[in-house]
């Protein structure tokens, strides 16, 4: 059989161009069998090895199939002779005299084209299967999407295939996905790409699609409660704590708005901005039950309203706040505080908070200065603070050192332009944007009255820096100048729960 296979190959390899096509074919379609069961055997996973066997030796067969015909075809030219002269002085008589089934020739192209149909199907399907793996997306393209993949890793979504989101599904889909994709990565290997990657994605499927699969808005009931640990700038890095009864219903159970009406399928919110960046709002439409809309002008950019100077209009979704929900980049002060939190270092260490936070918040001119300014810093700053001290807890500044080193690998990415402030997180209001962009004093509508933004609108405050969990459940001091505000605070949330109560 070998024999009839190599006679075979040696009768189409008629000129240089049938010779490379032989030669890519068979070249590619060992090598892939090859590299396949080594993947199998668990000697390979690589995302490059995938690339090569995926990508490369498919691309080399298909090349080397399509340039056995057009070697054919020039040698035809060539010889000005029929098919069939050609064929008796490249094989042997027996190898194309007809039989009942055909010649052998006949035999071993019908053999092979089925062998070659099969082949690309597995193929094709393997790599569809390689390009839908989150490492192949992480670390096929590194230098671009190293940033990404390490937030990736570490997110509440790291479990979740990128293609469950960048993607969606159907095959209108896939299909306009993987052509963007191979463009993305001419880009890539032009190294004519974007620094760093702009957002919003706009290829993002609409998020009915992606996100409402496991999170359905109208299954969201009731009230979350969530304690937010925060460390002073003291000696001891004092823990003061938040906690926050979150209102995230949809006003279908508890008979009034939580966060999460901004989604509810009743609703509808719409809005244009300043740009791309969903930073500023311009106004904000709100449907009315009789299908008219209500409109919230912002004041302070009247006159880029009057001009109609926005992009287009959009209709709200979930990723309008939760735009971080899976790269996550972290503040630097709320990433210490988590670490602290965790107890990933000792806080027994004096000015830990205080000294860490300043160690990875310092402006270094590149990754490997920067892990070497945050090492730099902290042996500095407890071998100045008390030398003795110093070297007794070595081992603990050691750790803290690795640490920060750590928090700064993940959100700081120079090649890519990325620092702590290039993607803000809309989740909330910890700074100026977030919810702020819309519930903020300047968003009016015609009759002067503005979006409601109370502090106890999206959630009650049972503490806020303050050393006990729940501070304001406690009977308030009278002498306390915050008197008023913990008594207020205090009768809204149990006012709120039994409103909560009732509905159920």
Not at 73 to 84: A, G, L
Not at 319 to 326: A, F, K, L, S
Not at 406 to 427: A, G, Q, S, V
């Amino acid at each position: 059989m070998f024999r009839k296979y190599r006679n075979f190959l040696r009768g189409i390899s008629v000129n240089r161009i049938g010779q490379v096509g032989v030669t890519l074919t068979t070249t590619a379609f060992a090598g892939f069998l090859f590299f396949e069961f080594l993947r199998l055997i668990g000697v390979l996973d690589n995302a490059y090895i995938g690339l090569i066997t995926y990508m490369l030796f498919p691309a080399m067969f298909v090349a080397g199939l399509a340039l056995m015909p057009l070697a054919w075809y020039r040698y035809r030219k060539q010889r000005k002779k029929s098919t069939r002269e050609l064929l008796i002085e490249r094989f042997d008589g027996e190898d194309i005299r007809e039989g009942f089934f055909g010649s052998r020739v006949f035999l071993v192209i019908l053999v092979l084209t089925m062998v070659n149909v099969l082949f690309l199907a597995g193929a094709g399907f393997r790599t569809m299967k390689f390009m839908d793996e989150a490492k192949f997306c992480g670390t096929a393209c590194h230098s671009v999407m190293g940033p990404e993949w390490t937030a990736y890793q570490q997110s509440p979504h790291s479990r979740v295939k990128c293609v469950e989101c960048h993607v969606g599904q159907g095959v209108d889909a896939v299909v306009s996905a993987k052509l963007n994709g191979l463009r993305q990565m001419a880009l890539a290997m032009l190294s004519d790409y974007e620094r760093p990657i702009p957002t919003p994605v706009h290829q993002l499927r609409p998020s009915r699609e992606t996100c409402e699969r496991c999170h359905w808005p109208d299954k969201f009931y009731g009230n979350r409660m969530v304690t937010l640990t925060r460390y002073d700038m003291d000696r001891n890095s004092t823990a003061r704590y938040t906690t926050l009864q979150l209102k995230i219903d949809t006003g279908h159970t508890a008979g009034r708005g939580g966060i999460h009406w901004h989604v509810a399928s009743d609703n509808e919110v719409r809005y244009a901005s300043v740009d791309d960046k969903r930073e500023e709002i311009l106004w904000v439409d709100w449907r009315q039950q009789d299908g008219t809309y209500k409109r919230f002008e912002n004041t302070r950019l009247k006159s880029k309203v009057n001009e109609g100077d926005y992009t287009r209009i959009r209709t709200m979704d979930c990723v309008d706040c939760h735009n971080r929900v899976t790269h996550v980049y972290e503040d630097p002060e709320t990433a210490v505080d988590d670490r602290i939190t965790r107890g990933l270092v000792d806080r027994s260490l004096p000015f830990l908070k205080r000294e860490m936070l300043a160690a990875i918040s310092d402006d270094y001119p590149s990754d490997e200065a920067g892990l070497q300014g945050i090492r730099n810093h902290l042996f500095g700053f407890y071998r100045s603070l008390d030398a003795v001290q110093g070297a007794r807890m070595s081992d603990q500044i050691e750790n803290a050192v690795l640490v920060a080193q750590d928090i700064y690998k993940r959100n700081i990415h120079h090649h890519m332009r990325i620092d702590w402030n290039t993607y803000p997180n809309h989740l909330g209001h910890q700074h100026d944007g977030g919810c702020f962009r819309c519930h903020n004093p300047n968003m009016r509508d015609k009759e002067g009255n503005m979006i409601r933004n109370g502090c106890t609108l999206c959630h009650s405050i049972l503490a806020y820096n303050e050393a006990n969990r729940f501070q304001y459940l406690y009977e308030p001091d009278k002498k306390n100048p915050n008197y008023k505000m913990h008594l207020f605070l205090r009768d809204e949330f149990l006012n709120s729960e039994q409103g909560t109560l009732k509905t159920r």
